[in-house]
């Protein structure tokens, strides 16, 4: 049973920086894709980042590229998101899913598991 559990979440103030772990288990995750999304109550799941991890290549939301990056660490079966530059909006509960697939998506729909969030909370 594949199992995400993300840490790291906090309160920190604008322009501050978190890092976030996701670590996986239950499976081996060479043939599939890692993303980020985050959530504010009252809106949708929206996709924040993703990486291939065979390959490690990643992509990224308009609204934290050159701000997040996303990474992993293969032998550990983590994944990170290093925030960067913090702003108000950022604040969300932040969510790791794993799909079956090399394919980066940015929905939803196209995750099959999810770990249950961490909240990041910036303050002005």
């Known amino acids: 049973q594949v199992q995400l559990v993300e840490s790291g979440g906090g309160l920190v103030q604008a322009g501050g920086s978190l890092r976030l772990s996701c670590a996986a288990s239950?499976?081996?995750?060479?043939?599939?894709?890692m993303g980020w999304f985050r959530r504010v109550p009252g809106k949708e799941r929206e996709f924040v980042a993703a990486i291939r991890w065979s390959g490690g290549n990643t992509y990224y939301a308009d609204s934290v590229k050159g701000r997040f990056t996303i990474s992993k660490n293969s032998g550990e079966n983590t994944g990170y998101l290093q925030m960067n530059s913090l702003k108000p909006e950022d604040t969300a509960l932040y969510y790791c899913?794993?799909?079956?697939?090399?394919?980066?998506?940015?929905?939803?729909?196209?995750?099959?598991?999810w770990g249950q969030g961490t909240q990041v909370t910036v303050s002005s």
């Open positions: 899913a794993v799909r079956q697939g090399i394919t980066i998506a940015r929905t939803q729909s196209a995750y099959d598991y």
């Open positions: 239950g499976r081996s995750f060479s043939s599939c894709t």
